[in-house]
């Protein structure tokens, strides 16, 4: 005989709780300090529910407490009915002043580099009490924690075309190449591309952006001298001491050479720009302290200036 599902008059809601904190910390006593709960008051509330649901839901393995396929089916729309009601529960307008929320944002290098100091002071001087907690975006899987609403927003490059989330193009930013200010190639105000396959190259092996093609066409295309790969956070260093060059996204160059005796030259012949979005969930598209965040986002974006010497 096929199993009665439970009516969820029966169940108490504050179970289902206690089941997406131990879906997401994996532990019952990580939970349990998520909910201001003790252990055992977790370990409780979970006998009850694999009772009422007849699963085990968790079985414990070297990883943790490890869901079963009933719990992997339970997540999703156990995760958006806790969202959904903690959104409902949330006033009609945002007050930045008073606000004391966080917001996990997920941001690949360019967007680390050029943006979030930006965003960090704007939000600072309108929202004290606010929390944000950016992740740097390539050692995580962005989508997956979207969906399960452990992030709040991801900004940088995305071509994600699906009917759950809404993405915003912020700008589009051209290469140019970045070398110390007394470089042969400083000498002119464009980069050939046949001056460029003769330089040695610094390619940045933390960052997409680094290892971008330095032309158009993909046939007799001039091989680039790769002499170094380095990680964004030692590049300004290497090429204020070196002969390498780094092709580099202009706004990223502009903060390199800030602080550092180098210089930035335009390409003759650049590479397709590279486009910055921000993404999210479709559903959050109203939610009032969401789009606070993200207009305050596009906000720092329109005070980017191209401004500094070459």
Same mark, same amino acid.
């Given at each position: 005989?096929?199993?009665s599902?439970?009516? /969820?008059?029966?169940?108490? =809601?504050? $179970?289902? !709780?206690?089941?997406?904190? %131990?879906?997401? +910390? @994996?532990? &019952?006593?990580?939970?349990?300090?998520?909910l201001?709960?003790?252990?055992?008051?977790?370990?409780?509330a979970?006998?009850?529910?694999?009772?009422?649901?007849?699963?085990?839901?968790?079985?414990?393995?070297?990883?943790?407490?490890?869901?079963?396929?009933?719990?992997e089916?339970?997540?999703?729309?156990?995760?958006?009915?806790?969202?959904?009601?903690?959104?409902?529960?949330e006033?009609?307008?945002?007050?930045?002043?008073?606000?004391?929320?966080?917001?996990?944002?997920?941001?690949?290098?360019?967007?680390?580099?050029?943006?979030?100091?930006?965003?960090?002071?704007?939000?600072?001087?309108?929202?004290?009490?606010?929390?944000?907690?950016?992740?740097?975006?390539?050692?995580?899987?962005?989508?997956?924690? /979207?969906?399960?609403s452990? =992030?709040? $927003?991801? !900004?940088?490059?995305?071509d %994600?075309?699906? +009917? @759950?989330? &809404?993405?915003?193009?912020?700008?589009?930013?051209?290469?140019v190449?970045?070398?110390?200010?007394?470089h042969?190639?400083?000498?002119?105000e464009?980069?050939?591309k046949?001056?460029?396959?003769?330089?040695?190259h610094?390619?940045?092996?933390?960052?997409?952006?680094?290892?971008?093609?330095?032309?158009t066409?993909?046939?007799?295309?001039?091989?680039?001298?790769?002499g170094?790969?380095?990680?964004?956070?030692?590049?300004?260093?290497?090429?204020a001491?070196?002969?390498?060059?780094?092709?580099?996204?202009?706004?990223?160059?502009?903060?390199?050479?800030?602080?550092r005796?180098?210089?930035?030259?335009?390409?003759?012949?650049?590479?397709?720009?590279?486009?910055?979005?921000?993404?999210?969930?479709?559903r959050l598209?109203?939610?009032?302290?969401?789009?606070?965040?993200?207009?305050?986002?596009?906000?720092?974006?329109?005070?980017?200036?191209?401004?500094?010497?070459?």
């Amino acid at each position: 005989m096929k199993k009665s599902a439970p009516r /969820l008059a029966s169940i108490d =809601l504050n $179970l289902l !709780v206690v089941f997406d904190a %131990v879906m997401r +910390e @994996r532990s &019952t006593t990580r939970a349990g300090k998520r909910l201001g709960l003790s252990q055992p008051a977790v370990s409780h509330a979970l006998k009850r529910l694999r009772h009422m649901l007849k699963d085990e839901l968790f079985v414990r393995g070297p990883l943790g407490m490890m869901p079963t396929p009933r719990a992997e089916q339970l997540t999703m729309p156990v995760r958006a009915a806790m969202d959904g009601l903690q959104e409902a529960l949330e006033p009609d307008e945002f007050e930045p002043g008073t606000a004391t929320q966080s917001f996990k944002v997920a941001v690949d290098n360019y967007a680390a580099i050029v943006l979030v100091a930006r965003i960090a002071a704007n939000v600072a001087k309108l929202a004290p009490g606010l929390r944000l907690d950016f992740r740097p975006s390539g050692t995580l899987n962005v989508l997956d924690l /979207l969906d399960r609403s452990e =992030l709040h $927003l991801s !900004v940088g490059a995305s071509d %994600v075309n699906a +009917e @759950r989330f &809404t993405r915003k193009r912020l700008l589009q930013d051209e290469f140019v190449a970045v070398m110390r200010r007394d470089h042969p190639l400083s000498k002119d105000e464009l980069v050939s591309k046949e001056a460029l396959a003769d330089a040695r190259h610094l390619e940045i092996s933390s960052a997409q952006f680094g290892n971008e093609t330095t032309g158009t066409e993909t046939s007799a295309r001039p091989k680039r001298q790769t002499g170094i790969r380095a990680p964004i956070l030692s590049a300004a260093r290497i090429l204020a001491t070196s002969e390498f060059v780094c092709v580099l996204p202009l706004k990223v160059a502009i903060e390199m050479t800030r602080s550092r005796e180098l210089a930035y030259r335009g390409l003759a012949r650049p590479p397709k720009a590279i486009e910055t979005s921000m993404l999210w969930l479709r559903r959050l598209d109203n939610q009032p302290a969401h789009a606070w965040l993200r207009n305050e986002i596009a906000k720092a974006v329109d005070s980017l200036t191209e401004g500094g010497s070459r």
